[in-house]
Nanobody, 112 residues
Framework: QLRLVESGGGVVPPGGSLRLTCTAP????????AAWYRQAPGKEREFVAS????????EYKASIEHRTTISRDPGQTTVWLVMNVMEPADTGTYYC?????WGQGTQVTVSA
């Protein structure tokens, strides 16, 4: 069964960095858009970043673009999200999305 699996979450100190990974075991991402979303406690899920698998064109949430990088591997099996200079407001569950598929999420906590 096709599914998305996120990893890389954890506790990060303010100002630190984190790399999240999204894979689809046994499946290759096609030409569509893969994306990361996040949901903070008590808030709605929000867009973080996306990347067109066909040409690598990224899009970012405007307020965090300067410290966020999304990338994918040419083998079409992995999407990464790197966030730098992290803030407590970045705390939440981060989800990978591809078309109508969603992963289970990985928890990120920014705390000293």
């Amino acid at each position: 069964q096709l599914r998305l699996v996120e990893s890389g979450g954890g506790v990060v100190p303010p100002g630190g960095s984190l790399r999240l990974t999204c894979t689809a075991p046994g499946y290759k991402f096609g030409i569509n858009k893969a994306a990361w979303y996040r949901q903070a406690p008590g808030k709605e899920r929000e867009f973080v970043a996306s990347i067109m698998y066909s040409n690598g064109t990224p899009e970012y949430k405007a307020s965090i673009e300067h410290r966020t990088t999304i990338s994918r591997d040419p083998g079409q099996t992995t999407v990464w999200l790197v966030m730098n200079v992290m803030e407590p407001a970045d705390t939440g569950t981060y989800y990978c999305n591809y078309g109508t598929l969603w992963g289970q999420g990985t928890q990120v906590t920014v705390s000293a």
